[in-house]
């Protein structure tokens, strides 16, 4: 995946860096392979975009972007628009207060174990919903792991 | 004895903030990086030694690329410094040490300093200062420029690094590398740090390759996996770093603090442009309700002072009409003008324009700017010099040029008088509005000409832009107050030399031949002389003549007309003739000082032509449109 690609609020690792005629800069903030970056924001029209390389925030064209592979950490929360079915807990939710009230009607609320399905419909504590777009993509998950194998029960 | 202290660091880190503590001097810091553009001198005197301090350009590595950062790197270079600081930012430590280390391979003398450690406590970063020495093998300072913590401690380090030196070697790239750079070695003359430049040329460094021996080709004895290696080479320093810090720093999570969440409303994606619009329309309301008194004081003391002075005689006319009435006339704006700068320096200062710059990169994108160089711009509001000056932070020689020559269209402090007088006339129930739409104005004016001098002067490409946002700081009111003085002294200044100077000279041709009668003055003959020009435009004989003398200084152009009304209270304009007028003054011929700035920093006379030219004819074309749709209105 190319750094300009990642989504909004994951942590991503670097893997490789096309050379051009910033890289000495970007070397010396520390883009390096191996190093974890933030993505913070994005700016009116998706470009550019804040990230976060170690305590600095810098801002980057998506064209400079691109030149940056990067996968996603392994502990970095990623909207569920992003993610392979299955299933999650959620980590934060990116909204206001009216559209998290209606979240957390359905059950999806931060903390809670939610499932991907194939169809992406969302299967949480409370039954199976389907979830705008606009709304999977401020949900925030992780990856369960075995403290949440087992079935989601309805409530 | 002259001890030499060059200090370095990342941009705004601080590096003037410490100088400023270190000389007592006032050179003004702003909460963005790439303020200090070329080297700033100053020397103070500790313990009976004299220590002559160099500010230089921030850079994050010693590989330059833009102009500014040129300076430092062939300053630590050719004319190394006794003692060399390293500024690096507590709150963000790994970056200032990456260029220490980088420092370190120089083979210079060197302190690194740990700045901003008031902040750094506050969020709870704890740095223990033994562990940092042995890792780091340099004396280290924490410090904090705010509050003078650690000051003296500096100032014995630095005597006692100047008496004992210590230039330790750090770092070993391992075998690959390392044979690489002692190959390298023989390519390069003897006068030079050959390992420095071997290790440059290692990753691939363009100037490094300017320096290798004549009859050395650089093709063919580069490594075919050079990029490799210039990332391993980094690597291996941020390793090194991130051990060091392991050990020698502590930190707790970090939480949400309230300034995340006022930066969530301050760049936001939608509401973030909106914002900056309207708290520059604030700003332009706190400065005429807060200068109005006082201008409205000068003012009648000024008259109060003519009319006591009377003009029967020509000594006393030279004295109440020449001078009073001249000079007078712009220093009453003067209140306005610090109003103005006061409001720009808290946002300047707080930490805000960087955050405008990241929203509006993507419009300066499609202007082949960045917005860097529309921060640079933005320095134009003071003085279009220092915008013109500034420009040598960017990287890119075509958007360095671009920026020079659209800067004389961002409306600077020259013209706030000016506008100030116009818009006293002509509108004075809006006045705050009308202000406020000659600055946006003035901005789109400079988008489009980027525009136009992208297409016709210089074509090219965009630019990579990578650009720092710095923390938000709470603005200290004696920042702001030394910002605010700093531009408007300028102004002071100028109202003591080239405006009286001008402002005499109007009053002889005013004068002259024939004291009674203005309709028959030299200055008549040259305005109704070409007032044919300005026919047009709907301009009388008095605003030709004015707009001639303003080419000089535009604030000349208030003193002329105070003089030929006698008083800027008796001037006559009809809103629509005073809106041409004042779009007009926004566009045409930038004044000298500036296309002095323009032709030397350019090096050539060509762009001084280009942009007289070029501004006569746009400010012309404009103003023409706005008087016939004005006739069309009104």
């Not at chain 2, 833009?66 to 004319?79: C, H, I, M, P």
Request: hydrophobic share 45%.
């Amino acid at each position: 995946m190319k750094l300009s690609e990642a989504p909004i609020g994951a942590q991503v690792e670097v893997l490789h860096i096309e050379e051009s005629d910033i890289t000495p800069r970007l070397r010396g903030i520390g883009v390096l392979p191996g190093i974890k970056i933030e993505v913070l924001k994005s700016a009116p029209m998706g470009d550019p975009r804040m990230y976060r390389v170690f305590n600095k925030v810098i801002s980057l064209r998506s064209s400079e972007a691109e030149l940056i592979e990067v996968q996603t950490s392994e502990d970095s929360p990623l909207p569920l628009t992003f993610v392979s079915p299955g299933k999650y807990r959620v980590e934060h939710i990116e909204c206001g207060r009216i559209a998290w009230m209606n979240l957390s009607r359905l059950g999806i609320i931060e903390g809670a174990i939610v499932q991907l399905l194939d169809d992406r419909r969302v299967k949480t504590a409370n039954g199976v919903y389907d979830v705008g777009f606009g709304k999977l993509r401020k949900i925030y998950v992780i990856p369960c792991k075995q403290e949440c194998n087992h079935e989601i029960k309805n409530a | 004895m002259v001890i030499t202290v060059g200090l370095i660091g990342n941009p705004n880190v601080g590096k003037t903030s410490l100088f400023n503590k270190l000389v007592g001097a006032r050179q003004y810091v702003a909460n963005w990086p790439g303020v200090t553009v070329t080297r700033v001198e100053g020397a103070t005197s500790y313990k009976e030694q004299t220590l002559h301090f160099i500010d230089l350009p921030g850079l994050y590595t010693l590989s330059a690329t833009s102009l500014d950062e040129k300076v430092t790197r062939d300053f630590l270079l050719y004319s190394p410094p006794n003692v060399t600081i390293v500024v690096i930012d507590s709150m963000s430590p790994e970056q200032g040490m990456y260029l220490l280390l980088e420092t370190l391979e120089l083979n210079l003398n060197v302190i690194a300093v740990f700045n901003a450690i008031d902040e750094a406590k506050k969020n709870s970063i704890k740095f223990d200062k033994s562990s940092l020495e042995s890792y780091l093998r340099v004396p280290i300072v924490l410090t904090s420029a705010h509050t003078g913590e650690g000051i003296t401690e500096l100032m014995e380090t630095i005597l006692a690094t100047f008496r004992k030196p210590n230039r330790p070697k750090l770092l070993d790239y391992g075998p690959e590398i390392e044979s690489k750079v002692a190959e390298f070695e023989q390519y390069f003359e003897d006068k030079y740090n050959k390992r420095f430049l071997s290790l440059k040329l290692v990753e691939g460094d363009k100037f490094a390759m300017e320096l290798l021996k004549k009859d050395v080709e650089p093709t063919s004895v580069l490594p075919s996996n050079m990029s490799d290696l210039a990332i391993k080479i980094a690597k291996r320093r941020y390793e090194y770093v991130m051990n060091v810090l392991n050990r020698a720093m502590s930190k707790s999570e970090s939480a949400i603090t309230s300034m995340e969440a006022i930066d969530h409303v301050f760049t936001h994606k939608y509401i973030g442009i909106p914002i900056f619009f309207a708290l520059m329309y604030l700003a332009f309301n706190f400065t005429f309700k807060a200068s109005e008194p006082l201008v409205g004081l000068i003012e009648v003391g000024f008259q109060k002072l003519t009319d006591l002075i009377g003009s029967n005689s020509i000594f006393t006319s030279l004295i109440s009409q020449g001078i009073i009435n001249g000079v007078g006339s712009v220093i009453s704006f003067i209140p306005s003008i610090f109003a103005l700068f006061f409001a720009l320096g808290i946002m300047e200062e707080s930490g805000y324009l960087p955050r405008i710059a990241f929203l509006m990169d993507r419009a300066m994108y499609s202007l082949k700017l960045t917005g860097r160089s529309f921060m640079t711009l933005l320095l134009g509001f003071g003085c279009n010099v220092s915008s013109v000056m500034a420009a040598r932070g960017l990287t890119d020689e075509r958007e360095r040029v671009t920026t020079i020559l659209v800067s004389p269209f961002v409306s600077c402090s020259a013209r706030i008088p000016v506008y100030l007088m116009i818009i006293g006339i002509a509108f004075p129930n809006h006045r705050a509005e009308a202000f406020f739409v000659m600055y946006l104005l003035s901005i789109a004016l400079t988008a489009l000409s980027a525009r136009i001098i992208n297409k016709i002067v210089m074509k090219g490409e965009s630019i990579p832009l990578v650009m720092e946002l710095p923390r938000y700081r709470f603005p200290s009111l004696s920042n702001v107050a030394t910002y605010m003085w700093n531009r408007g002294k300028h102004f002071l200044q100028k109202a003591g030399t080239i405006i009286l100077v001008a402002s005499v000279i109007v009053w002889v041709l005013i004068y002259f031949p024939d004291p009674t009668n203005i309709e028959n003055s030299f200055a008549a003959m040259i305005g109704k002389g070409l007032q044919f020009i300005f026919a047009p435009l709907g301009f009388q004989w008095q605003t030709v003549s004015a707009l001639i003398f303003g080419s000089v200084a535009k604030e000349i152009i208030v003193s002329s007309f105070a003089q030929f009304y006698g008083g800027v209270g008796n001037i006559v304009l009809d809103p629509v003739t005073a809106s041409a007028l004042m779009v007009f003054i926004l566009g045409y011929i930038p004044c000298f000082a500036t296309l002095a700035a323009i032709k030397s920093e350019t090096n050539s006379l060509k762009y001084p032509i280009i942009s007289v030219v070029y501004s006569l004819s746009i400010s012309y074309i404009l103003a023409f449109l706005v008087s016939i749709i004005g006739r069309v209105i009104v």
